[in-house]
Nanobody, 121 residues
Framework: QVQLVESGGGVVQFGGSLRISCTAS????????MAWYRQAPGKERELIAS????????NYAGSVEGRFTLSRDDVGNTVYLQMDGLKPEDTGLYTC??????????????WGRGTQVTVSS
């Protein structure tokens, strides 16, 4: 079973930067897509950024477009989320998701437990 472990969360001031990472336990597993979600207290979990590993295409939520950058380290089996210009509304539990598709069929779906990011005013 593949496990995803997030790290790098913490407390930062308004306008600060933070880089969080998600590492898969298996070095042989290769996800079709990886994504970052976040959930603020009392709010629903939302998709923040995603990466299609086959093409390298990334997609970002409007609220983070231009401030967040998703990248992948295949050798290290790790995906990163570089967060710049952080705002208090970015506060939340950031969770990593990895999915694997084969000819349009989802054959794997893994979730990490999340890393907390808190942005102070």
């Amino acid at each position: 079973q593949v496990q995803l472990v997030e790290s790098g969360g913490g407390v930062v001031q308004f306008g600060g930067s933070l880089r969080i990472s998600c590492t898969a336990s298996s070095f042989t597993f290769r996800a079709t897509g990886m994504a970052w979600y976040r959930q603020a207290p009392g709010k629903e979990r939302e998709l923040i950024a995603s990466l299609a590993t086959t093409t390298g295409a990334t997609n970002y939520a409007g609220s983070v477009e231009g401030r967040f950058t998703l990248s992948r380290d295949d050798v290290g089996n790790t995906v990163y989320l570089q967060m710049d210009g952080l705002k208090p509304e970015d506060t939340g539990l950031y969770t990593c998701n990895a999915v694997q598709y084969s000819r349009g069929q989802k054959i794997a779906d893994y979730w990490g437990r999340g890393t907390q990011v808190t942005v102070s005013s």
